[in-house]
């Protein structure tokens, strides 16, 4: 970087007069706002103390015939909030200068050759008395402002007194003998105070101090040639309302109606300072010194963080953007940084106090204003490859920390100077020499290649959203949800990445399951059995493990992050909560049969299937008719002993008799001690009530062999239920006692055939 000096004043007329006035303490001699005309020929200085006099001077160069400008005025005369170079369509007259006051009052200058300045027209843009004019700004031929319009009502609430402003525009045609000014168009009424910038791509609205602060959270862009305004926030990203060509505009309440919902989950945005860029975005500076632009479309790119030079409430700090590089003047230094790549390219201490930035006096370059004169910023090789590589190697390296700090035992933190020597363990050693000697910058690029055409793909797919219809938006997301889970398979599912696959389930939860159907291939074929052609690499991703800590019963419903198995379970339950069970059978039969319903624990995750499936219900106790079924057929679906008896445990707990008998009589086959733990609760059951009277013939059928009648009527004295001292013969609830007659024929049946004791092993 280097500055060199293109002017001392003394190519200015009344030039020592001017370096007088520059060199003065920032404060309130000095000028509040220095700027040069499109030409470059004459130097504006603004003083706007509303405590003092204000005015406007104007200093020409040596060879520009005529005078110079100088109005000024004296309090309570409105202050002065903009001053702007307008384009005429007269071939003779390339520019005005306008000059406006709050109150709407607007002045229009033209400085004639040989002859000075000469007020061309006054003219007013404020319809009513009371307006007051809080922002302004041009966009091509149209002046559009911010105004604020005095309620009538004195007693009105604050929150309404908040939205008592509007966007206003008038075209404003200038000529050689005049200007036309067309009627006034109300863009947004109702609305908070906002300052208005404009671009050439469209007018930025950005909340302001008096903003209201549950709206002050995201960024307007209005394109008037599309009659579109989008709103952008880091949080939400942008999107498109349409607005009307009407003079009645956009109401702002009806506007942000659609994000009611997500407003109390934003945060405020702290804006220090904002300023245009070259490129037709927003740079925006927040109260902790980071950089940001806003791009025309919506998207939020971060460029820089000062870090411990945090914006105080009284710093001045002054942006410019010069090709690829953003220039900043911040606590008497002048900061390069490129936009690409985020770096500070460099950092200079200046040693005056009062400098000013500017790029009108020449096309294409930053100019630095200052007491002693004008300075041209020379950027010798900013952007050139060759000071590229190294930033975008020190990237790399710096990439590199973060990957092997997080599989590294040491606990003090790796940096790129102790990556480069090699003194941590033997994996940075092999990558540094690989980064330092075997891959040149051009290696480099071909390595990132694929990553780099993925990000232009994102790129891309955002520019389609934000124009897109609704309905556009949902195809775009199910293409984009398909293709991060299609990625994620085929990488280590990582914390980080298991957590990045969290928020796409939680963000996208219909693109979600879209996608597990599609990449599982997860369907029911003709007979209605659910089959999924997954391959094995998939399956062991899916039931790989889970993240330590996750897959604790007492914890209830999963929060954080989630495993993959879980994240599948919970969308089947939210969609097709049918297949929930039979998906657990699928995941069963590919883990193996001989551990399905078996002692054995799952391989990798220590917790068996059916109990990770169980962690995405409902508590119990708020459990619906539904859940409870689906927590009954996860219990069945497992084939383990202590499962299968727990379900059968509900099922008695709900009355339904009928599938109790239907799950005894499938299950008891599985085994001959699990068939003896079914009747021995079956027995214990009809000793109590009556209730499965209907079914004895099938209980009796489920006897063990090796069960005899005093095995029978010891079980049945245990839990039969207590006999009333004077029962009646026929009660009222139509129950009866348990008889000799309802147990003849499992006594007969005993009778016939003694029991074997050594037939309990049989089939084990």
């Known amino acids: 970087m280097k500055l060199r000096q293109t002017s001392d004043w003394s190519d200015f007329v009344r030039g020592r007069c001017l370096r007088e006035l520059l060199d003065q303490p920032r404060g309130e001699e000095a ?43 004296q309090p309570p005369q409105p202050p002065v909030v903009g001053l702007l170079f307008l384009e005429s369509a007269a071939s003779a007259l390339a520019w005005v200068l306008a000059i406006i006051w709050e109150q709407g009052k607007t002045e229009l200058w033209r400085f004639v050759p040989a002859v000075g300045w000469r007020l061309l027209q006054t003219l007013e843009l404020c319809h009513g008395a009371r ?23 004195a007693h009105m609430t604050a929150e309404r007194r908040a939205f008592r402003y509007c966007v206003c525009t008038r075209d404003l045609q200038v000529g050689e003998q005049g200007a036309q000014l067309s009627p006034l168009r109300i863009v947004l009424h109702n609305s908070p105070p906002y300052q208005v910038l404009a671009s050439s791509s469209g007018v930025f609205l950005v909340p302001t101090a008096a903003t209201f602060p549950s709206v002050a959270k995201f960024v307007l862009i209005w394109h008037p040639d599309d009659a579109v305004i989008l709103t ?131 096309k294409g370059k930053v100019h630095l204003v200052a007491p002693d004169g004008i300075y ?66 051009a290696k480099l690029l071909g390595t990132m290649q694929f990553e780099l055409q993925s990000y232009q793909n994102l790129e891309c797919l955002k520019s389609c959203v934000v ?44 693109a979600s399951w879209k996608a597990i159907q599609n990449h599982l291939q997860l369907q029911q074929n ?56 039979p998906f657990v059978e699928l995941s069963q039969q590919y883990m193996g049969a001989s551990w399905a319903y078996s002692n ?23 459990c619906s008719l539904a859940d409870g079924e689906l927590e009954i057929e996860l219990l069945l679906c497992s084939q383990r002993p202590k499962a299968i008896l727990q379900a059968m445990d509900l099922l008695i707990q709900h009355g339904r008799w009928q599938r109790v008998m239907e799950v005894a009589e499938k299950f008891s086959r599985l085994s001959p001690l699990l068939n003896k733990e079914i009747f021995v609760i079956l027995l214990m059951e009809f000793s109590q009530h009556r209730a499965l009277d209907p079914y004895l ?29 004077d029962p009646q013969p026929f009660p009222p609830d139509g129950s009866s006692q348990l008889t000799i007659g309802l147990l003849k024929p499992l006594l007969q049946r005993l009778a016939l055939c003694p029991p074997g004791q050594d037939e309990i092993y049989t089939g084990l």
């Open 31 to 73: 000028p509040s706002r220095v700027l040069a005309s499109p030409d470059g020929q004459h130097l504006f200085l603004l003083w706007n103390q509303p405590a003092s006099q204000a005015r406007i001077l104007a200093f020409q160069r040596l060879g520009t015939d005529g005078g110079d400008l100088e109005r000024s005025w």
């Open 131 to 153: 307006a007051r004019i809080v922002s302004v700004c041009s966009w091509g031929s149209q002046l559009v402002w911010c105004e604020e319009r005095p309620p009538l009502d």
């Open 232 to 362: 952008a926030a880091p949080s939400i990203g942008s999107s498109c309302i349409k607005t009307s060509h009407s003079s009645g505009g956009m109401d702002f309440k009806k506007l942000v109606l659609g994000y009611v919902g997500l407003l109390e989950s934003m945060d405020t945005l702290d804006i220090h300072h904002c300023a245009l860029s070259s490129c037709g975005g927003l740079l925006l500076v927040s109260s902790p010194g980071l950089v940001e632009l806003v791009q025309p479309d919506g998207v939020w790119r971060p460029i820089f963080d000062f870090g411990g030079s945090a914006m105080a409430p009284g710093e001045q700090i002054q942006l410019k953007v010069l090709g690829d590089t953003l220039a900043c003047l911040l606590g008497g230094a002048l900061y390069l940084v490129d936009l690409y790549t985020r770096q500070l390219i460099e950092k200079k201490t200046l040693n005056t106090e009062v400098v000013f930035l500017d790029f009108a006096m020449e």
């Open 376 to 441: 041209s910023l020379e950027i010798s090789g900013a952007n050139s490859g060759s000071q590229l590589e190294p930033m975008l190697m020190e990237m790399v390296f710096e990439e590199a920390c973060k990957y092997y700090q997080r599989r590294s035992l040491s606990s003090s933190p790796l940096t790129v100077e102790k990556l480069k020597k090699g003194d941590m363990f033997q994996a940075p050693i092999a990558l540094s020499s690989i980064l330092g000697y075997s891959l040149p910058y």
């Open 467 to 510: 124009g897109a219809s609704e309905s556009e938006v949902e195809n775009y997301s199910e293409v984009l949800v398909e293709q991060e889970f299609n990625r994620l398979l085929h990488l280590d599912l990582s914390r980080e990445n298991l957590g990045y696959l969290n928020a796409i389930f939680r963000s996208f939860p219909q």
């Open 526 to 581: 003709g007979d209605g059995v659910l089959v999924a052609r997954a391959t094995p690499s998939v399956w062991k991703k899916i039931l790989g493990g889970s993240v330590p800590g996750l897959n604790k019963q007492e914890e209830g419903p999963l929060n954080g992050v989630v495993p993959l198995f879980e994240l599948l379970c919970l969308s089947l339950y939210q969609f097709k909560p049918r297949w929930l069970p």
């Open 600 to 622: 054995k624990e799952g391989p990798a995750s220590g917790v068996p299937l059916y109990k990770r499936a169980l962690t995405v219900l409902p508590k119990r106790k708020r």
């Open 697 to 725: 013939d099938k209980i009796w059928d489920l006897c063990p062999k090796d069960l005899g009648a005093s095995d029978v009527l010891s079980i049945i004295q245990q839990h039969i239920a207590p006999a009333e001292l």
